[in-house]
C-alpha cells in the first residue's frame, strides 16, 4: 500500500527566503506526482503536476522535482511572500492498480510566512 | 468555466443524524471521486464512479456510508447515524476520462457532528 510523507509538518519563515518541502513515497510505481495549495475554508488547488517520466516542473516562483528511484520530491519556492500562506499537499497517483486512478495524501506542510 | 461545486458548505449534525452531502462535478466529466479529510490530515479517498457505475467504495469506512450517482452527474454522499468521528471535510473531485486524468476538486463540505 502506498504511503506518503511530507516532511516538515509545519514552517514558519520571514518574507523573501527560499523553502523546500519534502515529500517521500514508499513505492516508486507511480503515474504522476502532484502538489497542492489548500487555503482554510477552501478546496485543493493544483500547483504543479510531474508525469513519472519527467524530473521536474516550474511554475513561477515554484520549482517541483521528482526523483522517482528514491521516492523523494521536493517542492521549492523561491522569495516567499506572506500569500503563499496556506497548507501544501503532496499526492501519487499510482501506476498499478486501478487504471483510473485514487490520489494518495500526504498530511501536508502547514507554511507560514510573516512579513 | 464552472468548476466543481459542493453543497452545503458547512453542516452541523446532531450524533445519530442522518447527512447528505452533493457535488455537481465539471459538465462532462467521466470521472467523480469522494475523499474524506480529517483534521491535520491529508484527503483520503471513499469511492470512485465512473458516469453512473460506483467502480470502487473500498475506502468507505463503514456501512453508514452511501454515495449514488444515479445519472451521471450530480453525486450525492449519505451517511446514516452520524457519530463523532465522521467530523471532517469531505471532498469531491471529478476528471474529464477515465484514465488517470488530472483530478478537480470541489470546495468541501465541512461536516461537524456535536
Known amino acids: 500500500k502506498q504511503e506518503v510523507t511530507q516532511i516538515p509538518a509545519a514552517l514558519s519563515v520571514p518574507e523573501g527566503e527560499n523553502l523546500v518541502l519534502n515529500c517521500s513515497f514508499t513505492?516508486?510505481?507511480?503515474?504522476?506526482l502532484q502538489w497542492f495549495r489548500q487555503d482554510p475554508g477552501k478546496g485543493l488547488t493544483s500547483l504543479l503536476l510531474?508525469?513519472?517520466?519527467?524530473r521536474e516542473q516550474t511554475s513561477g516562483r515554484l520549482n517541483a522535482s521528482l526523483d522517482k528511484s528514491s521516492g523523494r520530491s521536493t517542492l521549492y519556492i523561491a522569495a516567499s511572500q506572506p500569500g503563499d500562506s496556506a497548507t501544501y499537499l503532496c499526492?501519487?497517483?499510482?501506476?498499478?492498480?486501478?487504471?483510473?486512478?485514487?490520489?494518495?495524501f500526504g498530511q501536508g506542510t502547514i507554511l507560514t510566512v510573516h512579513p | 468555466g464552472a468548476g466543481v461545486s459542493q453543497s452545503p458548505r458547512y453542516k452541523v449534525a446532531k450524533r445519530g443524524q442522518d447527512v447528505a452531502l452533493r457535488c455537481d462535478p465539471i459538465?462532462?466529466?467521466?470521472?467523480l471521486f469522494w475523499y474524506q479529510q480529517a483534521l491535520g490530515q491529508g484527503p483520503e479517498f471513499l469511492t470512485y464512479?465512473?458516469?453512473?457505475?460506483?467502480?470502487?467504495k473500498s475506502g468507505l469506512p463503514s456501512d453508514r456510508f452511501f454515495a449514488e450517482r444515479p445519472e451521471g452527474s450530480v453525486s450525492t454522499l449519505k451517511i446514516q447515524r452520524t457519530q463523532q468521528e465522521d467530523s471532517a471535510v469531505y471532498l469531491c473531485?471529478?476528471?474529464?476520462?477515465?484514465?488517470?486524468?488530472?483530478?478537480?476538486f470541489g470546495p468541501g463540505t465541512r461536516l461537524t457532528v456535536t
Open positions: 473531485a471529478s476528471s474529464p476520462g477515465q484514465v488517470r486524468d488530472e483530478q478537480y
Open positions: 513505492d516508486s510505481a507511480i503515474y504522476n
Open positions: 510531474i508525469q513519472s517520466s519527467q
Open positions: 499526492a501519487v497517483l499510482d501506476a498499478g492498480g486501478t487504471s483510473y486512478g485514487k490520489l494518495t
Open positions: 459538465s462532462g466529466h467521466v470521472s
Open positions: 464512479f465512473q458516469n453512473e457505475a460506483q467502480l470502487d
